[in-house]
């Protein structure tokens, strides 16, 4: 009885390897699936922290001293520039305009009357010289004390959002005091800087420069924004300027978008994340993301199919992730069949039975209901 049971394992040991000790292949080649390597254009973007600011900012501060008799707008509404927001009590200004006027009056009559007695010689040059002159002075007395006048009404300077008034109806206000009466932003349209690492511009110029990348518009790249929430800010902007000079502190050239913002929805200061679109790579190449595999030192390497049905390695060198696929910038050529499904059933030098990878088509949709679905 011993014995047969040792015979048994005897031939299932044997059974299990051939006669150089290495496992047998399999008797039928691994399916897997496979997409040919193709080029197709493919428009690269970057995507940086940003810091909305506003197109146009003022600090409304006052010209003249005085008390503040009333505010004639609603803090949080919508200006137009020129539009009179504070008024300063007027009072001695006005007494200033109305003698300063009265004194020009006097010498301007002064000046006429010796202009007609000049020519027979009843007064002499020089007098008359000194009235043309006191004429143009109290004329010069009489538009500052117009323009300090009309100072106490404070003006808007430019249109846009107000903030909200540091000063109310009987404070007094100074010419060229630090504090400001309130501030106006214009918000539509509004600016977001970003700041982008000098060395990835570097290379970003080369590129272009070399022809490997194709330029996405002069100053004119279309750049999308996503906000603090999460959320996609459903209007485009552009892409404006870029400084010449680097940050020495940060390594960083700060570029410039402009956004349109008909509903305020961005507020200066708001930090967003912008996408922009620096350059299309007219022969770029993709790859589904499940096909990139990476060894213990972090290196990215595909599995591919010779011309001989069998299973070869190649490392990449991959560039952005878009829409779930892989750029590779180097490592593969065009028709080059790389596996994309049925990895975990091969190995390297054995032959595979490669089909083209399907396009997937979207699953069926997911109920997120919480409601039982056995209830009635």
Request: charged share 20%; with cysteine; net charge negative.
């Amino acid at each position: 009885m011993h014995l047969k049971v040792l015979s048994v394992s005897t031939v299932v040991l044997l059974s299990a390897c051939d006669g150089s000790g290495e496992n047998i292949p399999p008797a039928h080649p691994p399916a897997v699936e496979v997409v040919t390597v193709a080029s197709q254009p493919i428009t690269l973007t970057t995507s940086l922290p940003g810091l909305t600011t506003a197109v146009r900012s003022a600090q409304v501060r006052p010209q003249v001293s005085g008390i503040i008799l009333k505010r004639n707008y609603v803090e949080g509404s919508e200006v137009k520039a020129g539009q009179q927001m504070y008024q300063i009590d007027p009072s001695t200004y006005q007494a200033t305009y109305d003698k300063a006027l009265a004194t020009w009056k006097s010498a301007a009559a002064t000046a006429k009357r010796y202009q007609g007695l000049i020519d027979a010689h009843a007064v002499s040059r020089q007098d008359y010289d000194d009235a043309i002159a006191a004429e143009r002075e109290d004329a010069a007395d009489v538009e500052t004390a117009r323009v300090n006048l009309q100072y106490t009404k404070v003006l808007a300077p430019i249109s846009g959002h107000t903030g909200r008034s540091l000063y109310t109806e009987g404070a007094l206000v100074t010419n060229g005091q630090t504090d400001y009466l309130t501030t106006i932003d214009q918000l539509d349209p509004i600016y977001v800087d970003v700041s982008e690492s000098s060395v990835d511009l570097l290379r970003l110029r080369k590129a272009l420069a070399s022809g490997q990348l194709e330029s996405a518009g002069a100053n004119s790249a279309k750049v999308t924004l996503t906000l603090e929430d999460g959320t996609q800010y459903s209007l485009p902007g552009k892409l404006q300027f870029s400084e010449v000079t680097v940050n020495q502190g940060t390594d960083s050239v700060t570029l410039r978008a402009t956004f349109p913002n008909p509903h305020d929805e961005l507020l200066p200061g708001m930090f967003v994340h912008a996408k922009l679109e620096q350059g299309i790579d007219k022969n770029g190449i993709l790859i589904p993301q499940e096909a990139v595999q990476h060894d213990t030192k972090g290196d990215a390497y595909v599995d591919l199919v010779d011309a001989k049905s069998n299973v070869v390695q190649r490392y990449v060198s991959l560039g952005q992730m878009i829409d779930g696929k892989w750029q590779v910038t180097s490592g593969l050529q065009l028709g080059d069949k790389v596996i994309t499904d049925g990895l975990q059933n091969i190995r390297i030098g054995i032959k595979v039975n490669a089909s083209e990878r399907k396009k997937r088509s979207p699953g069926p949709a997911i109920n997120l209901s919480t409601t039982d679905p056995t209830a009635q």
